[in-house]
């Protein structure tokens, strides 16, 4: 999907190094560390996450930040737990039945 909006290999690859890389602004890396902490474990989002989000986003920027990292999260695991295919390819997820 990221391909699909205009984004990189290279852009996408950067991601790994999210915290250093040049391709990104220290708004957008205030955002993928909220979006990677919350992923991982949203108890090690921290004060100090929140104070760096401040400096770059309003207070009801950083609520639909995390809503919509909370919702990706949501559906992800939802359509892994069934295995729907959403790639159009059948993988990694056989058929299933209920």
């Known amino acids: ?33 909220l979006a990677e902490k919350m992923t991982r474990d949203m108890n090690s989002v921290s004060d100090e996450d929140f104070e760096e989000l401040r400096k770059h986003y309003s207070e009801s920027d950083i609520i639909e930040l995390a809503s919509t990292i909370g919702m990706f999260n949501y559906f ?23």
């Open 76 to 98: 992800n695991r939802f359509t892994a737990a069934l295995r729907i295919d959403l790639s159009g390819s059948n993988a990694p997820y056989g058929s299933f039945v209920f």
């Open 1 to 33: 999907m990221s391909k699909q909006i205009g984004y990189s290999e290279e852009e996408l690859q950067a991601l790994r190094e999210y915290e250093t890389s040049a391709h990104f602004t220290p708004a957008a890396r205030a955002a993928l560390k």
